[in-house]
């Protein structure tokens, strides 16, 4: 089937092409995608050389939309459903799925060679689901029915920042009611770390920006504090040598940092050894916030039907597909909190 996507052909070359969707294969779905939102780590593909995936390359992975079609033994999901597509799935049968941490499987399993490029070369879909089309194809473990309800602009963004974010809170950090929680970064995942440290019932939240606009936004998510102090977490989402040293500065006594960001290749940072073990700090790394789709997506989507969570706020722009690259520049900038496409 004829269908479009935007691809990173090689390095730096990136287009809206028409490429080739084909028939989902065993326990595997075809999905039109509907709605998704412009990330971070598409930007970081392009500009780290595709990070780790073999090119050509189908960016886009936050993504929601209609199932079309189902493979052979698939269950529970039929042509009608719509779906959130996940990317941190768990395989079921690696030692660390088997000892009971599917959260942090190591082996996600991706439904390989259904999307062509017009040339016949295989393209690799970013985080295996390829969302910056007009459909892909995943494996049935990574689509994942929520209510129609949710307007699909919105469900999408459970798929990557809202799940990453909520889930540093609530499942990497197990963040406390009462604690004190700074954010630095206020984008669409940080954001999404203020709302879930609301939801964690945190008594402080001080968001970190330099963004004078994005500290305003972040008040509205939930921020109760503009400036740093001393916090029992820091959840970094820029992840450079400067914001590292300035979170585990900010811990108090037993505090834990959460990095979150994607750094660049070669970002080093200098620890002070005698103050992180009088402080006797934690330092946790946090893949996603640890979600596991098949478990989050639902109760995310519920929280945002019941307003506990707003999604609707995050959502400042909308484009059609063609419009991807207008939303990298306005990423960069930082005029928006999240631009979704729909395609
Ligand atoms: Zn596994
Ligand atoms: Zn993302």
């Known amino acids: 089937m004829a269908v479009q996507g935007v691809v990173l052909g090689e390095r730096d070359s990136v287009a809206l092409e028409d490429i080739e969707v084909g028939a989902p294969g065993a ?47 698939v269950d529970g999901l039929a042509a009608g459903d719509r779906v959130v597509i996940g990317w941190k799935t768990a395989c079921g049968d690696c030692p660390t799925c088997r000892r009971g941490a599917p959260r942090q499987c190591k ?9 062509l490029r017009r040339d016949g070369s ?6 295996r689901t390829g969302t910056f089309a007009t459909h892909t194809v995943v494996p049935q473990v990574a689509a994942v029915k ?41 984008g669409a995942v940080g954001l999404s770390v203020i709302q879930g440290a609301r939801i964690a019932g945190a008594s402080e ?36 040598r400067s914001t590292v040293e300035q979170g585990i500065g900010l811990l108090s006594s037993g505090g834990t940092f959460v990095l979150i960001g994607l750094s660049p290749g070669g970002e080093t940072v200098e620890l002070s050894l005698p103050q992180l073990f009088a402080k006797q ?53 930082g005029d928006v909190i999240r631009t979704v496409l729909l395609p």
């Open 27 to 73: 326990g595997e779905v075809l999905v039109r995608i509907e709605a998704t939102g412009v990330c971070h780590s598409d930007l970081h593909v392009i500009e780290e050389d595709g990070w780790g995936h073999a090119y050509p390359i189908l960016l886009g992975h936050e993504g929601a939309g209609t199932i079309e079609a189902v493979g052979e033994g």
């Open 122 to 127: 295989v393209l690799t879909p970013v985080l």
């Open 146 to 186: 929520v209510p129609r309800e949710l307007p699909v602009e919105q469900a999408c963004l459970l798929g990557c920042a809202v799940a990453t974010g909520v889930m540093s809170v609530l499942e990497t950090a197990k963040v406390w009611e009462g604690a004190r929680v700074a954010v630095i970064g206020c």
């Open 107 to 115: 082996r996600p399993p991706a439904a390989t060679g259904r999307l």
């Open 205 to 240: 939240i001080r968001a970190i920006d330099l963004d004078e606009r994005k500290l305003e936004q972040a008040k509205r998510f939930g921020a109760t504090h503009t400036e740093p102090g001393p916090v029992d977490f820091v959840f970094d989402v820029v992840a450079r």
């Open 281 to 333: 700090a934690t330092i946790l790394v946090s893949h996603g916030g640890d979600h596991l789709p098949q478990e989050d997506f639902p109760r995310l989507a519920q929280w945002a039907l019941d307003g506990k969570l707003d999604l609707a706020g995050m959502v400042t722009r909308t484009a059609p597909l063609d419009g991807w690259s207008d939303a990298l520049e306005a990423m960069k900038g």
